[in-house]
């Protein structure tokens, strides 16, 4: 049985508060199919951080994992850049 690859995400962290935990807002950027203009939309992801290692600001890569709980299916895979 071939596993397929895990999706990968990256997006801006918008929150820190919680133990292990980070949001990670991703935004996607598509064409209007009838008025043609660009439209951005955005979804919150939970990712689970186990060195707390993220902060809020920072640009990072999510991967998909296995559910750690009832909204957490993500981990962190690497921050891309650090708040300034």
Known sequence: ???GRKQIKQ???VS?????TIVVK???QFIHPLYKKTV???KKF???DEQNEAETGDVVQIRE???MS???NWILHKIVEKRK
């Open 26 to 28: 991703v935004e996607r």
């Open 46 to 48: 939970m990712a689970h």
């Open 70 to 72: 009832a909204r957490k």
């Open 40 to 42: 951005r939309r955005h």
């Open 11 to 13: 997006g801006i962290v």
């Open 16 to 20: 820190d508060r919680s133990d292990k």
């Open 65 to 67: 994992h296995r559910p």
């Open 1 to 3: 049985m071939a596993l």
